[in-house]
């Protein structure tokens, strides 16, 4: 089994920056991808930006691009995503999820384990 803990999340101003953490414990050996994936109120929930554990280059939705930046930290089995330049419409609740495809997808279904998300509110 795989387990995911994210921590985080909060309130911030629009143009201010968040830093989310994922800690991923168990069975990780057999994990190749991590991933952050958003969900806000009544919409679905979107790829936000891949990484894997492996190395290579890390994957970004285009509305992560030049804002948000995913790394990892193998020692500490934790994957982060650094969010600069907050917008509204950021707001979400975010998740991380890890995969044992040998593939960086964008798509929810290729990860089999998932956090429990963390609230990332950006006020106007």
């Known amino acids: 089994q795989v387990q995911l803990v994210e921590s985080g999340g909060g309130l911030v101003q629009a143009g201010g920056s968040l830093r989310l953490s994922c800690e991923v414990s168990?069975?990780?050996?057999?994990?190749?991808?991590t991933g952050w994936f958003r969900q806000s109120a009544g919409k679905v929930r979107e790829f936000v930006a891949g990484i894997t554990w492996s190395g290579g280059i890390p994957r970004y939705a285009d509305s992560a691009k030049g804002r948000f930046t995913i790394s990892r930290d193998n020692a500490k089995n934790t994957v982060y995503l650094q969010m600069n330049s907050l917008k509204p419409e950021d707001t979400a609740v975010y998740y991380c999820?890890?995969?044992?495809?040998?593939?960086?997808?964008?798509?929810?279904?290729?990860?089999?384990?998932w956090g429990q998300g963390t609230q990332v509110t950006v006020s106007s």
């Open positions: 999820a890890s995969g044992v495809y040998r593939i960086l997808s964008a798509s929810d279904t290729d990860y089999a384990y």
């Open positions: 168990g069975r990780t050996l057999s994990l190749y991808t």
